[in-house]
C-alpha cells in the first residue's frame, strides 16, 4: 500500500505562485510515476502533469506548459508542482497519484490517490 498526503493549496491572486507537495509512505519502492491531477466542479478530473519515480523525465498537458514544473526529492519521499503564473482558470482541487505498474496519463489507471488539495485563484 502507499500513502499520500498533498499540501500547500490556497488562495493566491492572479499571476501569483504555488507550490504543492505530495507526500509518500508505504511502499514507495513499488511507485513507477507520480502524477498531478485537478478537478472543478461539475467537470471532470483532468491530468496536469507527471514523473518518473526514479528519473526526472516529465510530461505535461498543454495548458499548464511554460507555467507549471513538477519535481521530486526521493530522498524525501515527496513529489512538487511548482505553479507560477497562475490564472482563475487554474482553479481546482489538485490531486496526486502513483501508478506502480507503467506509464500513463489516465486517471482511471493510477493505483493510489491523495485527499486533494483545493488551490483558488482570483482574478
Known amino acids: 500500500q502507499v500513502q499520500l498526503v498533498e499540501s500547500g493549496g490556497g488562495l493566491v491572486q492572479a499571476g501569483g505562485s504555488l507550490r504543492l507537495s505530495c507526500a509518500a509512505s508505504?511502499?514507495?519502492?513499488?511507485?513507477?510515476?507520480m502524477g498531478w491531477f485537478r478537478q472543478a466542479p461539475g467537470k471532470e478530473r483532468e491530468f496536469v502533469s507527471r514523473?518518473?519515480?526514479?528519473?526526472?523525465?516529465?510530461y505535461y498537458t498543454d495548458s499548464v506548459k511554460g507555467r507549471f514544473t513538477i519535481s521530486r526529492d526521493n530522498a524525501k519521499n515527496t513529489v512538487y508542482l511548482q505553479m507560477n503564473s497562475l490564472k482563475p482558470e487554474d482553479t481546482a482541487v489538485y490531486y496526486c497519484?502513483?501508478?506502480?505498474?507503467?506509464?500513463?496519463?489516465?486517471?482511471?489507471?493510477?493505483?493510489?490517490w491523495g485527499q486533494g488539495t483545493q488551490v483558488t485563484v482570483s482574478s
Open positions: 497519484a502513483a501508478d506502480i505498474h507503467g506509464y500513463t496519463i489516465v486517471a482511471s489507471e493510477y493505483d493510489y
Open positions: 508505504g511502499r514507495t519502492f513499488s511507485i513507477y510515476g
Open positions: 514523473i518518473s519515480w526514479r528519473r526526472s523525465s516529465t
